[in-house]
């Protein structure tokens, strides 16, 4: 059974900084490439920020320059470092494991909310 656990939402006030985790199990951690959506209601699911097995990286245009995305295979995790968060940055973030198009999995998601 394949698990994807996000952790580390939250409210934060403008300008301030988040952590969050993604702890993986039931898959092969380290070939999946393992990305970081989010969604408000209304609106489809986009992406952040992605990692490939071999770290490279991508971020949507919008967190480019305020987020970092990482992981630890050792810890089967991959983390979302984001920095000078704004309100517009509020929504559900989903955590992904994407091996093909046919073999992807999505976490419950964790809410993070910016606002004073």
């Known amino acids: 059974q394949v698990t994807l656990v996000e952790s580390g939402g939250g409210l934060v006030q403008p300008g301030g900084s988040l952590r969050l985790s993604c702890a993986a199990s039931?898959?092969?951690?380290?070939?999946?490439?393992m990305g970081w959506y989010r969604q408000v209601p209304g609106k489809q699911r986009e992406l952040v920020a992605r990692?490939?097995?071999?770290?490279?990286?991508n971020y949507a245009d919008s967190v480019k320059g305020r987020s970092t995305i990482s992981r630890d295979n050792a810890k089967n995790t991959v983390y979302l470092q984001m920095n000078s968060l704004r309100p517009e940055d509020t929504a559900v973030y989903y955590c992904?494991?994407?091996?093909?198009?046919?073999?992807?999995?999505w976490g419950q998601g964790t809410q993070v909310t910016v606002s004073s």
């Open positions: 992904n494991a994407r091996f093909s198009a046919s073999t992807t999995y």
């Open positions: 990692i490939t097995r071999n770290d490279n990286t």
């Open positions: 039931g898959i092969t951690f380290s070939i999946y490439t």
